[in-house]
């Protein structure tokens, strides 16, 4: 098995990222940089020799950006190895989200979400994607109120918030292969959800009563300025995804849609916003 990383500077990992998923569609993982190297940011793909070439070490350029290229051999067992790497996360005590090789919690009045990482659309370990869950948790009461999830990936937002009680749950990607993860895992935590294949960019797309969009900041931009009033924007918009860098041009075009920031979370180098 071989494993080939990027490494770049935070404020580049955007455009390294969208260069990787042209190549790596099915998504890919991130990583702190080795030593604790401040700021730098590692995406990394797995393949078998042949399907990933191992070329060393060296630096390149994605887009503008020049990053730190590195492919190494990884062991035989690491089909389970792996595993290491996800681990359970609880949020604001009220959301458990783990892998299903993990144990079950074993407290009272805390939904459960249970996400196979094998599709590599994302697990809920990642920081834009815990702030996502934690200002979910204060969006205000559930009951009674649709809940849209704008690039819906494995479908975490998305379970999350039927357990917690919203309906209709919709999720929307515009990856075919996300929208079958994300009813793959609504299965798996006996959830409905209304899933829809749309293209973000190009599209527009319905907000509901709360949305949460864990995007990058160029098409989160692009979303909100397809919202032509206040019948088509939600009435809470979850926004993540974001460098910390970015929050406060972020902030700006969601004021300019008619959004009012009310809360901002801040972890490492990521932002997430709440606005109304």
């Known amino acids: 098995m071989i494993r080939l990383a990027l490494r770049c500077r935070s404020e580049q990992a955007e455009a390294v990222l969208a260069e990787l998923l042209e190549v790596a569609p099915s998504g890919v993982e991130e990583v702190a940089a080795p030593g604790g190297r401040a700021g730098i940011v590692e995406y990394a793909v797995y393949g078998a020799a042949g399907e990933v070439p191992d070329l060393g070490a060296f630096e390149a350029r994605a887009g503008d950006a020049v990053v730190e290229v590195v492919t190494e051999e990884v062991p035989d067992d690491w089909?389970?190895?792996?595993?290491?790497?996800?681990?359970p996360v609880l949020v604001g005590g009220r959301i458990y989200v783990r892998p299903p090789w993990e144990q079950p919690v074993q407290r009272g009045g805390v939904e459960e979400v249970v996400i196979d990482p094998g599709g590599a659309f994302g697990t809920g370990t990642h920081p834009t994607t815990r702030m996502c869950l934690e200002l979910m948790l204060e969006a205000g009461r559930p009951r009674g109120r649709s809940f849209h999830d704008l690039g819906c990936g494995s479908g975490v937002l998305a379970i999350a918030?039927?357990?917690?009680?919203?309906?209709?749950?919709?999720?929307i990607d515009a990856d075919r292969a996300a929208i079958e993860e994300s009813g793959r895992n609504a299965r798996a935590n006996y959830v409905e959800l209304e899933l829809r294949h749309a293209d973000l960019r190009r599209e527009p797309v319905p907000a509901g009563d709360v949305?949460?969009?864990n995007l990058t900041a160029p098409l989160l931009e692009s979303v909100v300025r397809g919202w032509s009033g206040a019948n088509e924007r939600p009435a809470v918009l979850i926004a993540s995804g974001i460098l910390r860098e970015q929050a406060d041009a972020v902030a700006f075009v969601l004021a300019e849609a008619g959004l009012r920031e009310e809360r901002r979370l801040i972890s490492g180098d990521w932002a997430a916003l709440m606005a109304i």
């Open 79 to 87: 089909d389970e190895r792996w595993k290491r790497f996800y681990f």
């Open 211 to 213: 949305a949460a969009a």
């Open 161 to 171: 918030a039927a357990k917690l009680g919203f309906d209709p749950v919709v999720g």
